[in-house]
């Protein structure tokens, strides 16, 4: 898949255009970060890269740094609503058999509930 704006077909690059509306917590020149339509927990953040990148197996060696400015802004975000100290979960589900359904690499940011392991 592109890694380019693929805003004709994903959802999260939509979002990302402001094609679609959707309640955005942070962003920078990297990345957007917004309230997960169907939250899993008090806080339920998304956060993307601007690129378009499908799963983490489309992942390039010079995109390693992204994923990890991803997982810094979800760190921040947890910080910033007060889940630093009781904890949260940060989760990239990969491909089918992970329950991923929006093929734009996203971590998932959760918390503020006591979350069990293994998850499902
Ligand atoms: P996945 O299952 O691919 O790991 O996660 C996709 C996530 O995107 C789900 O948690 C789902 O609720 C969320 N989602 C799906 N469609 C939309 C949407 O249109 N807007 C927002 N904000 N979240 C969405
Ligand atoms: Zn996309």
Not at 35 to 60: F, K, W
Not at 101 to 117: D, I, K, M, P, Y
């Amino acid at each position: 898949m592109s890694e380019d704006s693929n805003t004709a077909s994903c959802l999260f690059c939509r979002i990302i255009a402001g094609e679609i509306p959707a309640k955005i917590v942070r962003q920078d020149d990297r990345a957007v970060a917004f309230e997960d339509v169907n939250p899993q927990a008090p806080t339920h953040v998304l956060v993307v890269p601007r690129q378009h990148i499908g799963t983490l197996n489309d992942l390039t060696v010079q995109q390693e740094a992204l994923v990890g400015h991803l997982i810094a802004m979800a760190r921040d975000i947890a910080r910033e609503r007060g889940h630093a100290e009781a904890g949260y979960r940060t989760v990239f589900n990969c491909n089918a058999a992970a329950g991923q359904t929006v093929f734009h690499v996203h971590l998932h940011l959760l918390g503020g509930r006591t979350l069990s392991w293994p998850p499902g």
